[in-house]
Antibody, heavy 119, light 106 residues
Framework: QVQLQESGPGLVKPSETLSLTCSVS????????WSWVRQPPGKGLEWIGY???????KYNPSLENRVAISVDTTRNEFSLNLRSVTAADTAVYYC?????????????WGQGSLVTVSS | SYELTQPPSVSVSPGQTASITCSGD??????AYWYQQKPGQSPVAVIY???KRPSGIPERFSGSNSGNTATLTISGTQTMDEAHYYC?????????FGGGTKVTVL
């Protein structure tokens, strides 16, 4: 059974860096794509970016100047760093798995991690 | 940037059919995906590649996609189908979500 679990600080100060990790169990990171998706309270879904197990990445153009996604295949986890955060980055952050790009959907999702940006 | 537009809300009576639209430029040339999200839960895919159902998704969920509009249809809607529904497409290798539609069953 594939399980994804987000972890990281629930509170981040403005202008600092938001860092989250997604731990994956039940499947190897190898040969899959791994995305981050966020959802501000009461609002819709926004895709942040994905990483392939090889390290190749693709980011949402609206965030790509602040975001970095990395992968650690030895620990079977991948991470999100979002720099220079503001209150607008307050959201539930989900990690998700998809087998391919352009032709697949998000097969598995984490439970989500609420990150609040506030001083 | 590519945009997908959904109606904010749809209401349906139990047992009736709910139709949720998702509009985007030449969306019919891409695959459309649909997710259901209930309060406090993570999204779950209900339709992929326009009209396919993932394992475990009831047959009352169906989809179509042509021209500029994709449609998610829930036939014989049940109270358990009350949720937000999001359409999704891929554009130039990036993921785009629609704004979401709240389906109310009453």
């Amino acid at each position: 059974q594939v399980q994804l679990q987000e972890s990281g600080p629930g509170l981040v100060k403005p202008s600092e860096t938001l860092s989250l990790t997604c731990s994956v169990s039940g499947v190897s990171l190898t040969n899959y794509y791994w995305s981050w998706v966020r959802q501000p309270p009461g609002k819709g879904l926004e895709w942040i970016g994905y990483i392939f197990y090889s390290g190749a990445t693709k980011y949402n153009p609206s965030l790509e100047n602040r975001v970095a996604i990395s992968v650690d295949t030895t620990r079977n986890e991948f991470s999100l760093n979002l720099r220079s955060v503001t209150a607008a980055d307050t959201a539930v952050y989900y990690c998700a798995r998809h087998p391919t790009v352009t032709t697949s959907y998000f097969h598995n999702w984490g439970q989500g991690s609420l990150v609040t940006v506030s001083s | 940037s590519y945009e997908l537009t959904q109606p904010p809300s749809v209401s349906v009576s139990p047992g009736q059919t709910a139709s949720i639209t998702c509009s985007g430029d030449k969306l019919g040339d891409k695959y459309a995906y649909w997710y259901q999200q209930k309060p406090g839960q993570s999204p779950v895919a209900v339709i992929y590649q326009d009209n396919k159902r993932p394992s475990g998704i009831p047959e009352r969920f169906s989809g179509s996609n042509s021209g500029n509009t994709a449609t998610l249809t829930i036939s014989g809607t049940q109270t358990m189908d009350e949720a937000h529904y999001y359409c999704q497409a891929w554009d130039s290798g990036t993921v785009v979500f629609g704004g979401g539609t709240k389906v109310t069953v009453l």
